[in-house]
């Protein structure tokens, strides 16, 4: 069984931005914004290579990843670490990822193709208000959030 719950496929796909950390050949970090992130099954997510040459590089070297989704307007996420394959266009994978993501944003967009995370370690994280303000509750950051940001969801 694999480490992916219900709660962490949901925040996944809600998430419209994620960043994954890589290690660069000198030792710094490589933060890369990622929009195509997906569940592939319940111990793998995967992301589009669109223009991630430098994860991409760092990752035929070291295949070591975190990838960070958080849910904005929750305060709350999860941190992803694995080891990454690069998968090619043609792979199960590829198609699983790519598909999807040029559904919704159209094939203008290149997937040379796509990082493939065997999860090894799920955490969460969590807004300091859910510790320091007591009673609070998704509902209430949910609409806290939406002010700040002067949004309200689609749906409404």
């Known amino acids: 069984m694999g480490l992916i719950t219900d709660d962490m496929r949901r925040v996944i796909e809600s998430t419209r931005l994620a960043f994954a950390a890589t290690v660069n050949p000198d030792g710094t970090p490589n933060l890369s914004p990622k929009s195509s992130l997906a569940v592939v099954d319940d111990s793998r997510i995967a992301f589009a290579d669109i223009a991630s040459p430098n994860t991409v590089r760092n ?17 709350r996420g999860y941190r992803f670490r694995g080891t990454a394959t690069l998968e090619p266009p043609g792979s199960a994978v590829y198609e699983r990822i790519a598909e999807p993501f040029w559904a919704e944003n159209g ?28 009673g609070v509750t ?6 806290a959030y939406y002010g700040k940001y002067g949004v309200r969801p689609a749906d409404t």
């Open 107 to 134: 094939r203008d967009f290149p997937i040379h193709g796509v990082v493939n995370i065997a999860v090894e370690e799920a955490l969460p994280v969590l807004s300091p208000a859910y510790t320091f303000i007591e």
């Open 59 to 75: 990752l035929k070297e070291n295949p070591a990843i975190e990838v960070n989704a958080i849910d904005i307007f929750m305060r």
């Open 138 to 143: 998704e509902e209430a950051l949910r609409e």
